[in-house]
């Protein structure tokens, strides 16, 4: 495992090159674009890391995996997909267009940005404050870690400049796709974006999704893990599939978290973004991974040599 992390902190740091760090959310524009990290937890729980693991970043819309989870833990299925659609969209994470001409105006997934506001609308609490304070506490029992926080420079920032987002929840309040006040909602999600913590943190976060240990219930996991499949690269979600085969979810501060049931929890870091706002390096890693490990979940010949024959 040590030999192909290394492997894949020299490809990360080479497809790094190629990326650049979102500016659009300006906090952000300060990462080092040459930063890369990558965490795994086996199944028999070493936690393996390499590179920049131990650097802070931004969940950003990783977090989104978080709080679908508490939705579904809290409210049901049914309730949650009363509210948000299941299938992939090609079009980028923050559109519009196509919240505004399907019929019922419900977005199409929990990933995109309107599906994300949407379910943390779901969160539940008397205040902005006990709310933020629930999805901080399910962050940090995830990962085992109190001291996980918020960068509050990123959460300002998203404030500030979060001008689409809330284009996307207004619209989606005049839908009747919202039930609470507009703006507690999207102060809540962005500080759920602005959660800071490392990849060896998301890396732990994620053995909760590889390794079910009874806090999430199974129906839940399965849920979370199919959108995360096809929805969680956003409009590179199938080309993610092809090429790595694991359930992800990436991030504009740069992560990506991916998960092979029952066989891999990774977490990679790495700032500098293509063109789609996923991280090059995380990419480039992964892709290693799953291809030197036999981690795609589509490789029913590496998970049963059997069929070969």
Known sequence: MEQTLK????????????????????????????????AAVTPQGTLHAEGESATPFSLQSISKVITLIMALMEAGEEAVFARVG????????????????????????????AGAIAITDMVPGNSFEDRLA??????????DNEAISINKKVAHS??????????????MKDAGVLKRGVEETL???????????T????????????????????????????????????NGSGEFAVRVGMAGKSGVGGGILAITPGRAAV?????????????????????????????????????NPALTR
């Not at 299941?86 to 940005?113: C, Q, W, Y």
């Not at 629930?134 to 990962?143: D, G």
């Not at 102060?187 to 913590?197: D, E, G, P, R, T």
């Open 267 to 303: 977490a990679t870091f790495g700032p500098a973004l293509d063109a789609r706002g996923n991280s090059a390096a995380g990419l480039a890693m992964l892709g290693h991974l799953s291809d030197s490990l036999g981690l795609s979940q589509f490789d029913s010949y590496a998970l």
């Open 158 to 171: 998203e404030w500030a400049t979060g001008h689409r987002n809330r284009a996307l929840a207004y619209f």
């Open 134 to 143: 629930r999805v901080l506490h399910f962050v940090r029992r995830l990962a």
């Open 86 to 113: 299941m299938e992939p969209t090609g079009d980028a994470f923050n559109s519009i267009v196509r919240l505004e001409t399907l019929p019922d105006h419900k977005p199409l997934n929990p990933f995109i940005n």
């Open 7 to 38: 492997q894949a902190i020299s490809l990360g740091r080479a497809a790094a090159l190629t990326g650049k760090v979102a500016t659009y959310i300006p906090e952000l524009a300060s990462a080092d674009p040459s930063h890369v990290g990558i």
């Open 199 to 234: 990849c060896e943190d998301l890396a732990r976060i994620g053995t909760r999704l590889a390794y079910p240990d009874g806090l999430i219930p199974r129906p839940v996991l399965r849920a979370a893990l199919a959108c995360m499949t096809t929805c969680g690269l956003y």
């Open 187 to 197: 102060k809540l999600y962005f500080n759920q974006c602005a959660i800071s913590m």
